[in-house]
């Protein structure tokens, strides 16, 4: 039996296209829509055993690009640094509204940020 590694359903989102079609379809059944080896064989209309091999062959295709360019990881890590510095800018909004003297330069320097940073996640 296959080793679910769940990791592999967020690497198919960066690697997916240079996958073989039934590479990908298979992929995709298994970790995307959980369905079986024997559920997915006779959906593409091939073996359980050539489903299991088309899940390994691109599981080591997707692994050793990952490790070779490291899209996913430094994806994670760009969003990572955005949410802290999201938190961040809201921290000093918050510190600077509840001090007796707020300066009006913090707020408008936090905000921008806020906003340079909501237009960074919706891209």
Do not use: P
Not at 44 to 70: C, F, M, N, S, Y
Not at 80 to 94: M, P, S, Y
Request: charged share 35%.
């Amino acid at each position: 039996m296959v080793e679910k590694n769940l990791g592999i359903s967020y690497l198919l989102d960066f690697y997916g296209d240079v996958l073989t079609e039934k590479q990908r379809d298979a992929m995709e059944q298994y970790y995307n829509d959980d369905l079986s080896l024997s559920e997915i064989a006779d959906n593409l209309g091939i073996t359980r055993q050539g489903v299991r091999d088309a899940i390994k062959r691109g599981e080591g295709t997707i692994l050793e690009l990952e490790e070779k360019v490291g899209f996913a990881r430094r994806y994670r890590a760009v969003q990572e640094g955005v949410d802290a510095l999201e938190q961040l800018a809201r921290d000093i909004n918050f510190y600077n509204n509840n001090h007796y003297a707020m300066s009006e330069d913090i707020r408008r320097a936090a905000d921008e940020m806020l906003r340079i940073i909501n237009r960074m996640n919706e891209t």
